[in-house]
């Protein structure tokens, strides 16, 4: 009958642990073994006191000791390198540990966890004495306190110069762009038909002393300049491009399509003035006075003359026109938005940096951009009582009840069992809460439930995980234990690491099992705050009450 009891136990944990919310509870037996000792176990405030683990394992194990302040409240000062005893055919590995405490009292080096290649290994606690250092003033002379010596500060550019270049910069940009905009604004307005311009260019000519010095060469140099913007703008013809002979060959044929009433000899007469301005530039050709005054007063009827000669555009080239002016605003007002947009964006930008600089990134990235967790700690919080045995528990979302897959064994060892969470592993916080209720003749052990939590968090994807445990007590009284730490998981879109931490809750009480977990970025400034005030709020009621 005894035997029986157990082979039903024994069936009863193996299902139960292996199956509820994930957490695999089950029992290691390990070839290693890990001892902790101290080299003494009472210090004066601030000595250091000698912190050794000793690990007896296999020849090809793979061994992690403890890194960092995982000696709390003990303060881990340094870690000296491993030493190694090989008795054949295992290893003794043996490192080291200082640790201090700057304050008086009884204190516990907590169990230190030990990654093995196969498994792990947790060392025993220790206790340790802090005393406080005794003076007797009536044999120690005391001395007066020494004046403070004053020291000269560094130089150092004050944040309000930074400030000041960063404003004096955006102002110079922004004043560089409505100057270019009213720059484009007054050309437009100041330009002038291509008819009446050359009429002022040659005018302007006419007012020069190209004649008087007898500086035929840049007077003919001017001269068909002008007359060769004009055809450009008038006539829309590359004659700033063109040659001499390229310029009236296509003058000719426009005639010829009557795209331009021109007489034959105004076509020749022209081209000779463009020779002579040839000879005049290249071949230092002085014309003579009379003849450069001549030429001058045929450029001026031949400006005449093309300005009458460009026939009345038909019905359709207007409309070609048209659509054309239409397109050339529609750019006009794309640039114009474009302009404004680039000024909006730059004033932003602006903003955003003078408050980055003023106030920091984080204000920014909350404040302007958003943060998921602010908005949870500032959301309306819900106060709600969750399974069985109950669990009343204050939190920012309403939890949502979820499935729970669990062998037909299991089902016949338990009353009842109900998961609740929100969020998920991979967002910004995450929160489990899950109750077992088992049948009245089952007894149940937390301490070995709250050891396949390390296994549980693997299996869901953790590694590089650290882990503590130690007692917890609600407001009201109840006891539980805690296990939390830290570890990393793998981000499923860019591969990356996401460092998590986490606090697991666990009680046994009113004949079940209760579990709290929350899951939180490492860097997540909001985080604690909406842990402690979910703790602050657990109360594990009596449903029989």
Do not use: C
């Amino acid at each position: 009958m005894k035997q029986n009891q157990y082979t039903y136990l024994f069936s009863f944990w193996k299902a139960v642990l292996l199956l509820f919310v994930g957490i695999t509870f089950h029992q290691h037996s390990f070839a290693q073994s890990a001892k902790a000792k101290v080299d003494r176990d009472s210090i004066l405030i601030g000595e250091q006191i000698k912190y050794s683990i000793e690990v007896d394992t296999e020849a090809d194990d793979v061994v992690t000791f403890p890194e960092g302040q995982t000696f709390v409240p003990l303060e881990a000062v340094e870690a000296f390198p491993v030493d190694t005893l090989q008795i054949e055919p295992r290893l003794k590995l043996i490192r080291e540990y200082a640790l201090t405490q700057f304050d008086s009292g009884h204190y516990t080096i907590p169990q230190q966890f030990i990654q093995l290649k196969n498994g792990e290994a947790l060392t025993d606690s220790i206790d340790v004495i802090v005393q406080d250092v005794v003076v007797d003033t009536t044999k120690q002379e005391l001395y007066p306190i020494k004046d403070y010596i004053e020291v000269e500060r560094p130089f150092s550019i004050p944040s309000w110069v930074w400030k000041g270049l960063l404003l004096l910069l955006v102002l110079v940009v922004l004043a560089y762009l409505i100057y270019r905009l009213w720059q484009h604004k007054k050309e437009q307005k100041e330009r002038i038909p291509p008819y009446e311009q050359a009429l002022k260019a040659l005018e302007e000519l006419d007012r020069s002393s190209y004649i008087e010095e007898r500086n035929l060469r840049e007077y003919y140099s001017m001269l068909t300049f002008i007359s060769r913007r004009y055809l450009e703008d008038k006539v829309e013809v590359r004659a700033m491009e063109y040659t001499t002979n390229e310029l009236v060959n296509d003058l000719q044929l426009r005639k010829d399509a009557e795209k331009i009433k021109l007489q034959q000899k105004t076509i020749d007469d022209f081209k000779a003035i463009l020779e002579r301005a040839d000879l005049a530039k290249f071949a230092r050709s002085q014309p003579d006075v009379i003849t450069a005054k001549e030429d001058r007063k045929f450029i001026g009827e031949f400006t005449d003359e093309v300005n009458i000669a460009i026939p009345e555009p038909t019905e359709e080239e207007l409309q070609k026109n048209k659509e054309y002016l239409e397109k050339i605003a529609l750019k006009k007002r794309r640039i114009k938005w474009i302009t404004a947009a680039l000024i909006v964006v730059l004033a932003i930008a602006a903003a955003v940096s003078y408050l980055i600089v003023s106030k920091g990134y984080d204000y920014v990235k909350d404040n302007v951009f958003g943060n998921p967790s602010k908005e949870l700690l500032q959301s309306e919080w819900y106060t709600s009582s969750y399974g069985y045995p109950s669990v009343s528990i204050t939190t920012p979302e309403i939890l949502i009840r979820g499935d729970v897959e669990m062998a037909q064994e299991a089902e016949q060892m338990l009353v009842g069992n109900e998961t609740f969470k929100f969020g998920g592993i991979f967002g910004n916080f995450y929160m489990v809460l899950s109750t077992l209720e088992f049948q009245e003749e089952m007894e149940f052990d937390l301490e070995t439930a709250v050891d396949g939590i390390y296994e549980n968090l693997e299996e869901k994807g953790a590694y590089n995980i650290l882990t503590k445990e130690d007692k917890y007590q609600t407001l009201d009284g109840v006891e539980g234990v805690r296990v939390s730490g830290s570890f990393a998981i793998e981000n499923p879109f860019t591969g990356n690491d996401i460092k998590k931490e986490y606090q697991i809750l666990n009680f046994g009480e009113m004949g079940g099992y209760q579990q709290i977990t929350m899951i939180y970025d490492a860097e997540d400034q909001y985080a604690d705050e909406i842990v402690q005030r979910i703790l602050n709020s657990i109360e594990l009621k009596n449903n029989s009450n």
